[in-house]
């Protein structure tokens, strides 16, 4: 089934910048449809957005990455079997020509990865996880709900990015987004009654100034008891540090609730917080090139919880292979985005499992209502996934995917 046409426009994310929305069309007049996201907090070694630079959007702009795949990708692309997932993508790898995909921009690329297989899902009728999982996407994830924004998602005091609840003691899926629902409300109500503010960060979560990241997590713990469930019980806490957002590279300390600490020291107060709250999983607790934190940390507590990498690694399987060699982790976060391709995030989640590692497949701050991850999450079996609060609708959307998919399943 060949490809007959490409087309690419400039819409607006989550955050209300532009992205890249992509439809291909096959010769049958099926059309596919990706939605391309855009992070806020970014590891150095992400594959690269390309952006106008100009007046328009405050060089947000998204038209030159627009042009790219209407002109030169899709005089490429067009012409070829939209089933062969995997030569499309390398094409597209190899006619950028750049390690980072900056030359075509990786917006662009993803862009048609993604849509080149939603239109082979379609062609056949299919779901989006059955066409990339077959048969043995089988698996609903666990969701990491931000509840409490922080760090560079928020304009509050907090340095912690995130602060989530795990609803993990659940058989079914909606079971899970019912307890995160009930959480998330009884959370604003705490937080009103205590004169907090109750806006929301960009991934949906509430985001107060709070005396200290203990009173967020002694909130995570009160909205949970007084939803009705049980904290280490039912419903655990997760953390993403984004770290090397508050690392300050030219002395080479972390500026932490106003004091400059060491890795040793920040790994103490981590230490301190899995002793008194029920975490099963922190993500980016140091800088991304602050290795020596990494694997000490790693060594003591990755035998009690997740340890999750993603600034380290980026999606990128020849990073991932670094940190299994030197156990940096134990688990990775995956983004489609950060790669740029499919087949690539696939190759990612793949290599993070025969380490015998957690993948957990990740929005991004500035998102759209495309549900693309939810499938993927139930394709890979990943088992885990985050995509934010279970507020606004660009997060509730993949959400609402997945309770669909596990209506499908019979479950």
Not at 90 to 116: E, F, Q, Y
Not at 165 to 177: C, Q, S
Not at 351 to 359: A, D, E, H, N
């Amino acid at each position: 089934m060949k490809i007959v046409s490409l087309k690419a426009y400039e819409i607006l994310d989550s955050r209300g910048n532009p992205t890249v929305m992509v439809k291909c069309k096959t010769e049958n007049g099926v059309v596919g449809v990706a939605k391309v996201p855009s992070g806020a907090s970014k590891g150095k070694n992400e594959a690269l957005e390309l952006r106008d630079g100009n007046s328009r959007y405050g060089g947000k702009g998204v038209l030159k990455a627009v042009r790219n795949i209407e002109d030169e990708i899709s005089r490429t692309i067009v012409g070829k079997n939209v089933f062969d997932q995997y030569s499309i993508d390398r094409t597209l790898i190899n006619l950028d020509g750049t390690p980072d995909k900056s030359r075509l921009g990786a917006n662009a690329i993803l862009g048609v990865s993604l849509a080149v297989a939603h239109a082979a899902a379609n062609v056949l009728g299919i779901p989006l996880y059955r066409y990339i999982g077959g048969v043995s996407g089988r698996i609903l994830p666990t969701p990491l709900m931000n509840f409490i924004n922080g760090g560079a998602h928020a304009d509050n005091n907090l340095d912690i990015q995130e602060f989530m609840i795990v609803p993990l003691k659940f058989d079914r899926f909606r079971d899970k987004v019912r307890c995160g629902s009930e959480v998330f409300h009884t959370l604003k109500r705490i937080l009103k009654d205590k004169g907090l503010n109750t806006g929301l960060g960009d991934e949906g979560g509430y985001a107060p100034n709070l005396a200290s990241h203990r009173e967020a997590l002694n909130l995570l713990i009160e909205a949970i008891e007084k939803a009705g469930y049980k904290p280490g019980e039912q419903v655990f806490i997760a953390l993403d540090c984004a770290a090397s957002s508050f690392y300050n590279e030219e002395e080479g300390v972390y500026e932490f609730e106003g004091k400059k600490l060491s890795g040793r020291e920040l790994s103490e107060i981590y230490a301190e917080y899995i002793e008194t709250y029920p975490i099963i999983s922190i993500e980016d607790p140091f800088a991304e090139e602050d290795y020596e934190s990494w694997k000490s940390f790693t060594e003591k507590f990755g035998k009690k919880i997740m340890i999750v990498g993603d600034d380290i690694y980026t999606t990128n399987p020849k990073l991932i292979r670094k940190g299994m060699e030197n156990g940096y982790s134990n688990a990775v976060l995956i983004k489609l985005n950060q790669i740029g391709t499919l087949t690539e995030t696939l190759e990612a989640i793949e290599m993070t499992k025969s380490f015998g590692w957690k993948p957990i497949i990740s929005h991004r701050s500035g998102e759209t209502e495309d549900t693309t991850i939810a499938d993927l999450a139930v394709a890979t079996n990943a088992g885990w996934i985050k995509t934010g609060s279970v507020a606004r609708s660009e997060r509730v959307a993949k959400y609402n995917r997945l309770i669909e998919i596990e209506w499908e399943m019979g479950i």
